[in-house]
């Protein structure tokens, strides 16, 4: 796979997107009921759950057979946010040659998640994770400091899923600018290891 030029990005969701809506989608009551206060951790299987993302509505297995980056950031349009973002868009390409998908995810909507990948010219899929099941899942929702007031908001975090959909890598707390470059490299290092 590395070398070869993928290019299956909006395509390939739509694909899936076209598949998911073909069949029954998990119940969502049952899901939350199965996965609460269950913490993942490096090793464990990602469940499936059900997302809506600006390409439209499917499930996480249905990016099985490739590698998956899901990076959970706090609001859309907010300076470190967009800088993250714009980052993994500028390696999308890079990700996709070596069998990799990125997704996005915040508690905004659809409808500002479709305004914000369009005025930055986003590439990467965005998932709007209004009821918190994916946040819950990754254990992301932390207490934030906000002038002075404490609020639960979303820490900045990524993880890195392989195609047999098992957690392999986590970063938490991160910084905006650079991270992206940083969980390339890993990827990179970790296909290279599985050749």
Request: with cysteine.
């Amino acid at each position: 796979m590395v070398g070869k030029q993928i290019n299956f990005s909006r395509e390939f969701h739509q694909e899936i997107i076209i598949k998911t809506q073909n069949q029954k989608i998990c119940n969502k009551k049952n899901t939350k009921n199965n996965q609460a206060n269950k913490l993942l951790s490096n090793g464990h299987l990602i469940p499936n759950l059900p997302i809506k993302t600006i390409f439209g509505s499917t499930n996480l297995h249905k990016y099985k057979t490739h590698n998956l980056i899901v990076f959970f950031y706090p609001k859309d349009n907010t300076p470190g946010c967009t800088i993250e973002c714009e980052d993994f868009t500028k390696l999308h390409n890079k990700f996709l040659k070596l069998n990799t998908q990125v997704i996005g995810v915040s508690r905004d909507n659809i409808k500002s998640h479709d305004k914000f990948a369009k005025k930055f010219n986003l590439s990467i899929n965005l998932v709007a994770d209004e009821t918190q099941d994916l946040c819950l899942l990754f254990d992301v929702i932390k207490e934030k400091n906000m002038y002075g007031k404490m609020v639960k908001g979303i820490e900045r975090s990524t993880f890195f899923i392989n195609s047999n959909f098992v957690l392999e890598k986590s970063w938490r707390g991160v910084k905006a600018k650079g991270h992206a470059e940083q969980v390339l490299q890993y990827v990179g290092s970790y296909v290279n290891n599985q050749l």
